[in-house]
């Protein structure tokens, strides 16, 4: 730790309006809140939506569910809380989701320091009074000693911009952001741009509704069913019983969840031992736990060949017709590269007969009419259009608020390069702003539940540390900051991840800097927050209040 005297530090600011203003209510927001009170501190969220759950807010599409199971994808921080709630399914869908989002909210009171329907416009530190001003689209401004970022990693929707898209007259939606009163599809020709996981789960329930749905396909993706089912109280109940161990185990896990990984390579068994074990993940495991079945599939493309071989021929075993099984099935792409999607039906609904492929891989969308999509001079009669097109992940939503840091520095020109943090949580030249799950950190390659856990934690006693003993600020060192984002790009280096266009990598939006934001490995990475506060918060500059102002 450098806990030297005050460096720039010229005073403290003895009142700001709150002690912390935390952005977002989704699942990273409430459990922030929690926190920070539990400290005696005054914090207030800020959310744009009219309501908590961040991602769950907003992703209401048909077939939304996480493909994280539920008694995993649950707060850990009070027993009772995960005792007491009851999920229905291996998956929960979406509205379950809410639910518990909202029954936390209201279990721990969270409501009345919760203000919704407000963005954050910007945030811009005050060197003179060593505090945050942050004005919202309300017209108002507050001030705040610490601000915290829990405005998700996959909040910001990626927005293509098609030629003529302003002249179609019939419905257009996105998966990000789907109408709170639902879609009725009934007697309707829809048409879907997008086959990352938002597509391939909408897809089966549009095509179940709709008069024809045509998917329009830039990249074939790899899927694997996720086998949900009803958790029957029974498995609720054992997994209650051992919920201890299972949340310390999944802190020790690379991907922070139990994928009950095969610890061999894929290439040290036969060809015949290789298919038997794909053939029973998939069929009896299923979802994202398939890639656990051996230990390299990540880190060895030859062994990453052998997965993406069978999946393929598994595609050609499901679609009936062998030219859109061709155009479905990713010949020559890398399984997990692109995040895996887990599905329900998703190849099976193509043997519909009102479901159509558009290859746009080659010929892309030319342009929109008033009641069609063009491809390669063809026609594609739709009412409804369904963009499933992602999101700009991980930086989107923090460069999406104009934060000013010391000297006035935009974080969008420090990061017009891509993102720089030191683990994911502080960049330098912006004290005491917190990021939770930031590029850097492992965030969107975990259990996202457990990685909120651990840097919701590692931010609340950090800001006691600091109260504690006298600190007004904290910053990264610039070294620190640089071997870090080197280390985040050394260990991606070692993995399949970077060999494809993901949003990982930011390659989905266009003119975004490529480069691969978060980090690979949750129990390296706690690992190393141990050590940085064991050796007195190493790599990160304290500064001592000084003086005390108004
Ligand atoms: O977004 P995506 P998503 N013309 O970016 C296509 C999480 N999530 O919302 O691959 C034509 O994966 C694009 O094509 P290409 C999960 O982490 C989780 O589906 O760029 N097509 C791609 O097919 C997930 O990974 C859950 O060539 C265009 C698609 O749009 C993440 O959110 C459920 C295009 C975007 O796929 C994002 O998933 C849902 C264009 N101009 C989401 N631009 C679960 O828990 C883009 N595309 C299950």
């Not at 998917?215 to 051992?242: C, D, G, I, Y």
């Not at 492992?442 to 540390?465: A, E, G, K, Y």
């Not at 050394?490 to 989905?508: K, M, Q």
């Amino acid at each position: 730790m450098d806990d030297r005297s005050p460096i720039s530090a010229k005073a403290t600011a003895k009142t700001t309006d709150f002690d912390a203003i935390v952005v977002g209510a989704g699942f990273a927001g409430m459990f922030m809140l929690h926190r920070l009170r539990q400290q005696g501190l005054k914090a207030r969220v800020f959310e744009r939506g009219s309501g908590v759950g961040g991602t769950w807010f907003w992703n209401r599409y048909p077939g939304a569910r996480c493909d994280t199971e539920s008694m995993e994808y649950s707060y850990q921080f009070d027993d009772a809380l995960q005792q007491e709630w009851n999920w229905p399914e291996r998956y929960s869908a979406q509205p379950e989701i809410l639910k518990y989002a909202n029954h936390v909210a209201d279990r721990y009171d969270l409501r009345s320091d919760l203000q919704f329907n407000t963005k954050v416009l910007s945030a811009t530190f005050d060197e003179s009074r060593n505090c945050w001003t942050i004005a919202t689209d309300d017209g108002k401004r507050v001030t705040a000693r610490y601000f915290i970022m829990a405005t998700g990693t996959l909040s910001i929707a990626n927005k293509p911009q098609f030629p003529g898209v302003e002249s179609f007259k019939g419905r257009v939606l996105y998966t990000s952001d789907w109408p709170h009163e639902g879609v009725d599809f009934t007697g309707r020709k829809v048409g879907l741009i997008g086959t990352g996981s938002s597509g391939i789960q909408s897809t089966p329930h549009i095509a179940a509704q709709a008069d024809h749905l045509t998917v329009f396909q830039r990249t074939p993706n790899f899927s694997v069913p996720a086998r949900n089912r009803p958790l029957s109280e029974e498995e609720r109940n054992t997994t209650k019983a051992r919920y201890g161990e299972l949340r310390k185990f999944t802190y020790e896990q690379p991907f922070a969840t139990d994928f009950h990984l095969n610890d061999q390579s894929a290439l040290s068994v036969s060809p015949e031992e290789r298919k038997r074990i794909y053939e029973q993940r998939w069929n009896e495991h299923g979802g994202l736990h398939f890639m656990a079945a051996f230990n390299d599939l990540m880190f060895n493309s030859e062994a990453n060949k052998t997965v993406a071989e069978f999946i393929v021929d598994k595609i050609h075993g499901i679609v009936n017709d062998p030219d859109k099984a061709e155009i479905l099935a990713p010949r020559n792409g890398v399984v997990g590269c692109k995040r895996l999607c887990s599905d329900t039906d998703y190849f099976e609904t193509f043997n519909r007969d009102n479901v159509s492929l558009v290859d746009v891989s080659k010929q892309p969308i030319e342009s929109f009419t008033a009641n069609s999509i063009k491809v390669g001079g063809n026609d594609y009669p739709v009412d409804d259009i369904v963009f499933a097109t992602g999101f700009d992940a991980m930086t989107g939503a923090l460069l999406g608020v104009d934060i000013k840091g010391r000297n006035g520095q935009p974080l969008r020109e420090k990061w017009s390069a891509g993102p720089r943090t030191y683990l994911g949580l502080q960049t330098v030249g912006f004290p005491n702003l917190f990021f939770i799950s930031g590029p850097g950190s492992p965030s969107v390659l975990t259990n996202m539940m457990v990685s909120i856990d651990q840097h919701v934690n590692f931010i609340s006693d950090t800001i006691r540390h600091l109260e504690q003993s006298g600190v007004a600020l904290i910053e990264p060192q610039q070294p620190a900051e640089d071997a870090w984002v080197d280390h985040v790009n050394e260990v991606a280096d070692l993995t399949v991840y970077p060999t494809c266009n993901s949003w990982y990598l930011g390659s989905n939006v266009p003119g975004k800097t490529r480069v691969f934001m978060p980090y690979v490995g949750f129990n390296t990475y706690v690992d190393k927050c141990k050590d940085v506060v064991a050796k007195g918060y190493q790599g990160f500059t304290l500064v001592r209040r000084a003086a005390e102002t108004a």
